[in-house]
């Protein structure tokens, strides 16, 4: 007998999906037509019905009604950008491998892997992420210079390069 698969839902909370955490206002889901500059992939979101007073809205995974996140207001939108783009650097460049990367989102959030996905997280972590990801940049950036000695965080510990 084969094992179904199971996907991990990242589904919203209803009460999230029902209302704004901005304005309260009645949530829908529509295409991202007059949102998205073009929406050539038929892009769906779920967005405040205020819109365009209000800005929030989150994207759903191709072909379901899952969001891809909590809904954000421009602001949130483009630190969760920022945050991904210093975060995913983590392991592109050979930081940390891209399960570590989660590992270690994780742990920052202290919160469950399922759960660390910068998606959810909110202006503070936002911040938080792309604080730390800048530091450890650095920190490599100074041992490819020979300015400090290398070293690696692996589960909590560091060790340091003799």
Known sequence: MKKSKRT???ALPSMALEHCPYCGSPVVLRSAD??????NASTMLYVCSRYPVCDAYVRVIPGTKT???SLANGRL???RRAAHQYFDRLYLTGIM?????YEWLAAMLQAPLSQAHIG???????NQVIEESKRML????????GRIPACRVTGGETYVAR
Do not use: D, H
């Open 97 to 101: 491998s891209r399960n570590e990367s």
């Open 8 to 10: 991990r839902s990242r």
């Open 138 to 145: 650095e920190n490599r950036r100074s041992v490819q210079n």
């Open 120 to 126: 959810y997280l909110g202006e503070y972590y936002c």
């Open 67 to 69: 969001p891809i996140g």
């Open 77 to 79: 939108r483009a630190l």
């Open 34 to 39: 007059g949102i998205y500059k073009e929406n």
